[in-house]
DNA sequence: CCAAATTGTTTTAAGCCTAAAATGTTTTCC
DNA sequence: GGAAAACATTTTAGGCTTAAAACAATTTGG
């Protein structure tokens, strides 16, 4: 039985050319369950939103980023913000302002960029069912400790700065 | 200043009666971060899928459940494994078998059944890109430590247990 | 046995989403 | 000043996704 090297502590730079098929399994396992934990939740907020008030997550999603912004912002700020193409938002908010949700007005300053804001109608719907959201949410983590809360609010901290990290070191 | 019950050991039910409005902005907080995560790295992953393997994630994740299932699935478990609609999961197979990945039969036994494999080909290529997924995984996630790992792991648990009781309580 | 309920899949209609190309506008910088 | 680069948005083409209804086959309980 050879003796295994465990590579966790890599010292040595030039070790690395033995080329360690390396396990990465606990990662893995790690990342199919941040997804699993997301899906799950993402869609019984969906499935609460569409049977309480007929509206879909993505709706929903657009208009907490607006309410937080009471001046309005540009497409491209939502775009960013939600981390959804440019073309999304575009339709998105184009059945919004259908709605009456929503209104859209050029920039008087620079005639590329659309400002987006709530109407009044918007807001309202919104705070209420922001309102109801809010207690969903404490509802589906609700046997999380305070400790916990903190605790996962760190780790997932960090695992979106390694993340962002990893993104950036591909896409410079 | 009134003092302030902070009401995070409720021992007496009854003074829930008083609905003070109750503060769940960490819970919030906390679902935000890991959607964001999520959202974050699933794009990571899409993107390097698509250029490395002109591949979508979909089609991949319905891959990787066929590939630890050498027997074959029916179009119900993969639904239920991947946490999508079973419409859903119709349409992605109909594509992944036109392009030779996938098989799909008939069960002998009850002919409503689809039994779906991994062609040779679709699991020669499911290997190569998974290989490959792997690292990705293992990179986005670099600056965690094993310990964060399975605190990580941990506290994901909890939260999906968590989330599962929430949902069974809505829909039982 | 057979009607009713259940189960597995597909279809439908609508909306979401992406990447890439196209369009129009502004900024940069020679 | 004007060409080139950068930017904001829309369009396009294709695929993903859902909920609900429809269809088909099997199981269940009188």
Redesign the interface.
Known sequence: MPAESDC?EMLDSETKAVETP?D?A??????L????????????VRG?LRQRFDVTLPRFDLMAQLDKAPDGMTLSDVSKRM?VSNGNVTGLVERLVESGHLDRRTSETDRRVQVIRLTKLGRGEFRRMAAEH??W????????S?K??????R?????????????A??RP
């Open positions: 966790s390396e990465h606990d990662e893995l396992r790690l990342w369950r941040l997804l699993t934990c997301t899906t799950l939740i993402e869609g019984e609460r981390m809010e207690t949410i404490a509802d589906l983590f609700a046997d999380l305070p916990d809360v903190r605790e996962l609010m780790l997932l901290a960090k695992t979106k700065a390694s993340a962002q990290k990893s993104a070191r591909r």
